[in-house]
């Protein structure tokens, strides 16, 4: 505020005193048409200052939105990338996990194929309850405090529902498309500032 004061008083005074000499040869109503003069073209000069700044902050925030816009494009680009990269990803994932599931059930439906066939060959008693004692065992879990034992089909259960189960959150979580929202304006929003001064 002191400094528009002082600019203030300078503005009025400047000209009397570089005028001063000439004072004496204009006559008075001359004198004070020129001194007027000299106000308007250093108000005007103010004015035209006064717009280049406003025109030069009105250009940088062009600018600054342009970027921004480059910036959030190219962001979305790379995500678009990653969505694609990662959805290849999960399907080798899933997909491999359909597969072991497969192997392990394949497996065990030879391990119930060879046990049918050796029930049917089989002479003796004592060979039979050997052979109910494998195929128990062979769709049985067991666990004891030395650890968890697994065989084949619940293993291939195990890894069909965790490839279920990881596919289901990819599709939850990662997969879903959320529409890009822009900022609500605020009271000090961009397009009410105003240019330094």
């Known amino acids: 505020m002191a400094i528009r004061f002082v600019y203030f008083i300078l503005l009025f005074i400047s000209p009397f005193c570089i005028s001063a000499e000439n004072s004496k040869d204009l006559p008075p109503h001359e004198y004070f048409a020129s001194q007027e003069l000299l106000r308007d073209k250093l108000l005007m000069q103010k004015q035209i200052d006064e717009i280049n700044r406003h025109e030069k902050f009105e250009k940088e925030k062009v600018t600054a939105s342009i970027e921004k816009m480059k910036h959030r494009t190219s962001v979305f680009y790379f995500q678009f990338i990653q969505t694609i990269f990662i959805f290849f990803m999960v ?39 050997q052979q109910e004692e494998g195929t128990q065992q062979s769709n049985s879990v067991e666990i004891s405090m030395t ?13 069909l529902a965790m490839s279920f189960a ?32």
Do not use: C, H
Request: proline share 4%; net charge negative.
């Open 166 to 197: 990881f596919f289901y959150l990819y599709i939850k979580d990662v997969y879903t498309i959320e529409l890009f929202k822009e900022p609500k304006a605020s009271a000090t929003s961009t397009t009410d500032e105003k240019p330094p001064t």
């Open 147 to 159: 650890g968890i034992k697994l065989n084949s089909s619940v293993i291939g259960l195990i890894i």
């Open 91 to 129: 399907m080798v994932l899933v997909l491999g996990g359909f597969y072991l599931a497969f192997l392990q059930f394949k497996l065990d439906r030879e391990i119930a194929l060879k046990s049918i066939e050796r029930k049917q060959d089989a002479d003796t008693i004592a060979d039979n309850s």
